[in-house]
């Protein structure tokens, strides 16, 4: 059974970083392209960024351009999505998954990021 396992969230105060990632076992991994999605609270789940499984193209929402950067290593079949400059409409949980939506796994816990004021 494919399993996604999100890790690296935290509190952070406004302004600092954090590191996600997410292992994948129990599947293949580097033929998929991969998001990062986040549900804030009250609101609905969202890709945030995702990148492409052949050359690592990424794509970004709007609101974390600049800030947030997604990288993959397939050797190890683990996504990363490093986040500078944190605000505090970050806050939210954070997973990971396949990008393409008919082809998504079962979500994980994901992680949590809260960044205070």
């Known amino acids: 059974q494919v399993q996604l396992v999100e890790s690296g969230g935290g509190l952070v105060q406004a302004g600092g970083s954090l590191r996600l990632s997410c292992a994948c076992s129990?599947?293949?991994?580097?033929?998929?392209?991969m998001g990062w999605f986040r549900r804030a609270p009250g609101k609905e789940r969202e890709l945030v960024a995702a990148?492409?499984?052949?050359?690592?193209?990424?794509y970004y929402v709007d609101s974390v351009k600049g800030r947030f950067t997604i990288s993959r290593d397939n050797d190890k079949n683990t996504v990363y999505l490093q986040m500078n400059s944190l605000k505090p409409e970050d806050t939210a949980v954070y997973f990971c998954?396949?990008?393409?939506?008919?082809?998504?796994?079962?979500w994980g816990q994901g992680t949590q990021v809260t960044v205070s004021s």
């Open positions: 129990g599947g293949t991994f580097s033929v998929y392209h």
């Open positions: 990148i492409t499984w052949t050359d690592g193209n990424a």
């Open positions: 998954n396949r990008e393409v939506a008919r082809l998504r796994l079962a």
